[in-house]
């Protein structure tokens, strides 16, 4: 769908299978500090229908030579913008935990949180969700507006835990089911199909080889474990990352997403040259020629000296034989 007039008319694809883009009221984009980061980047605002309202993410793809038809519209601009919805609470958790105030106890309405991301959770209802980082107060009173609210790490890590055990089990229940599809169809691999685990390379086993049922191998669990973790790590700030990643009891080699190429040792760049006396049997890329040179080939030389012979010595007559 193409953006309004403050997004610079770039068209923007969504997740089909996102139910909140099937009934889109309005949206336009806002800026906000990526929770990684803190660097201020354009995000997406959804408004549906139903009044919620939802934020995406936005990468861009730049295309050179392109344009787009939309409706009875032409977009010169041939970019795109690629939409993936984000959870609010990763900005609520990093304005929260660098808040000045955030061992006060306060009405959501004066936490130190975008305006944007608290309008979101208010239009949506969930307000509640800032349990999830803060413990509540509710001597004033049990309703939304007289609560108060105070930061609490504990909850967060508790929280954070519980995203890459989804992850986790999301990764995990891809990979099985990839499995089992391969084995029907005679073939298992060690891949799934919806998620690309840390570069490895494909690897297929006949199915005689399978245990029965399907299983993971020790491999495949540790490349899941690494790989959940990663995804929850993509919106936490470097502070967080860390806390993270000691509360686990891992470092920060677990986000290394190199891949690794085990017993395959790689010849120094010195020893790739051919051994003396052997002929390199790399061909060398040919040269472009003029037409006339082309034209030139096919003349027939049959009978004509080489040009050579011009200016080399010239061979002395014989002498004959006198009786």
Not at 109 to 124: G, H, M, R
Not at 158 to 168: C, I, N, S, Y
Request: proline residues 4%; positive net charge; glycine residues 4%.
């Amino acid at each position: 769908m193409p953006e309004n007039n403050n997004s610079g008319g770039l068209v923007t694809v969504f997740n089909p299978e996102d139910s909140n883009t099937k009934n889109i009221k309005d949206w336009q984009v806002v800026k906000l500090a990526h929770p990684s980061n803190l660097g201020e980047i354009d995000f997406g605002l959804v408004t549906t229908t139903s009044g919620e309202q939802h934020i995406y993410e936005l990468q861009k793809i730049t295309a050179k030579y392109s344009s787009h038809f939309v409706g009875s519209l032409v977009l010169k601009n041939g970019d795109l913008n690629v939409a993936t919805r984000v959870d609010p609470l990763w900005f609520v958790l990093e304005s929260l935990s660098s808040s000045k105030r955030q061992q006060q106890w306060q009405p959501y309405q004066q936490l130190d949180v975008p305006e944007t991301v608290l309008k979101v959770l208010s239009n949506n209802k969930k307000i509640k969700q800032l349990e999830h980082f803060c413990r509540v107060n509710n001597q004033l009173g049990t309703e939304e507006d007289m609560l108060l609210y105070k930061f609490d790490q504990e909850r967060v890590l508790k929280w954070l835990e519980l995203r890459q055990k989804r992850v986790h089990a999301v990764l995990e229940s891809e990979i099985l089911n990839n499995k089992e599809r391969k084995r029907n169809s005679g073939t298992v691999s060690s891949k799934s199909q919806g998620f690309n685990l840390l570069e490895d390379e494909e690897t297929t086993a006949p199915v005689s080889e399978l245990a029965t049922p399907i299983g993971l191998t020790t491999q495949e669990q540790s490349r899941i474990l690494q790989h959940s973790i990663q995804v929850v790590s993509e919106y936490l700030s470097p502070t967080w990352r860390s806390t993270f990643l000691t509360r686990l009891g891992k470092d920060e080699a677990v986000l290394n997403t190199k891949k690794v190429v085990e017993n395959k040792k790689k010849r120094p760049l010195e020893d790739t040259k051919a051994p003396a006396g052997i002929v390199s049997a790399e061909k060398k890329k040919p040269v472009a020629q003029s037409v006339g040179l082309k034209k030139l080939k096919k003349v027939s030389t049959k009978g004509m000296k080489s040009l050579s012979s011009f200016f080399g010595t010239k061979p002395k007559p014989k002498k004959s034989n006198k009786s």
